[in-house]
């Protein structure tokens, strides 16, 4: 039975819920707490359109994991309804590596000819580390591409401790984006590389011995559309510097 259905002439246009949420996420489209339609998004897909005939308040929950969220849209007349539902995405969360979105965590060495980083898992964090070791920064990237174009704003929390002698080669941590084809090894050169120009990147410069206890960085990835997300850390170009850092958590919102 249809319950206030939309006149809408001749037109033959009936309106349209265009939903916008993060790849790989379940959405559900609910009136008077009926399910009456559901979609999934495929790994790179961030937006479906449901149509509709009745005029009405709709729900349309989005189901990712463990993440749930949910908007209303108030339907009057035929057109189009955008809803955008985001959130916040982990990949991530204290121990969990979010394996359904990033495909797991994996250490990187940022220098093939200086193998020497420091990667280890805690319980609740990821460990990477340069501990005097010159260029051999022990880094954390997603084994997936991730799709971002939902969401503003990548984050991270991370405590981190280092040693910094001077200031020519100041040490850094923070996170990165990479682009999709990003070769480690060749973009990021000495000179900088290709990938300098296209990367969002937070950081902590400091020239001298210092740390800092779960802070929270933040990036604007506004006009990202997808990439590897990096746990970066850097410390210098001597034995003497060294940078050790935890990544406990890091999402997209």
């Not at 308040?57 to 339907?75: A, E, M, Q, R």
């Not at 460990?127 to 990548?154: F, P, R, V």
């Not at 991270?156 to 080669?169: G, K, R, V």
């Amino acid at each position: 039975m249809i319950i206030n259905p939309i006149s809408y002439g001749g037109s033959g246009l009936l309106p349209e819920i265009i939903v916008t949420a993060a790849a790989g996420s379940t959405l559900d489209l609910i009136q008077n707490g009926v399910v009456l339609k559901t979609y999934t998004l495929g790994s790179t897909e961030t937006q479906h359109t449901f149509v509709v005939r009745n005029v009405g308040k709709y729900t349309v929950k989005s189901t990712l994991g463990d993440n749930t969220y949910s908007s209303n849209v108030l339907i009057e007349t035929a057109g189009q309804y955008p809803v955008v539902i985001t959130g916040k995405l982990y990949l991530y969360n204290y121990g969990d590596e979010c394996e359904e979105v990033t495909g797991g965590w994996g250490s990187k060495q940022l220098w093939e000819e200086y193998p020497n980083g420091v990667t280890s898992k805690g319980s609740d964090y990821l460990y990477g580390a340069d501990e005097g070791n010159s260029y051999g920064n022990g880094q954390w990237a997603t084994k997936n591409i991730i799709n971002m174009s939902a969401y503003k704003k990548l984050c991270a929390i991370i405590s981190a401790e280092w040693y910094c002698p001077s200031s020519s080669y100041p040490v850094h941590v923070g996170i990165r984006i990479s682009k999709e084809d990003f070769n480690y090894q060749s973009d990021w050169g000495y000179s900088g590389g290709t990938a300098y120009t296209e990367l969002a990147i937070s950081q902590l410069t400091e020239q001298t011995s210092g740390s800092i206890e779960k802070k929270t960085f933040e990036i604007d990835i506004t006009n990202i559309d997808k990439g590897l997300i990096w746990l970066y850390n850097w410390s210098g170009a001597l034995y003497t510097y060294t940078m050790k850092a935890k990544y406990y958590a890091v999402w997209l919102e």
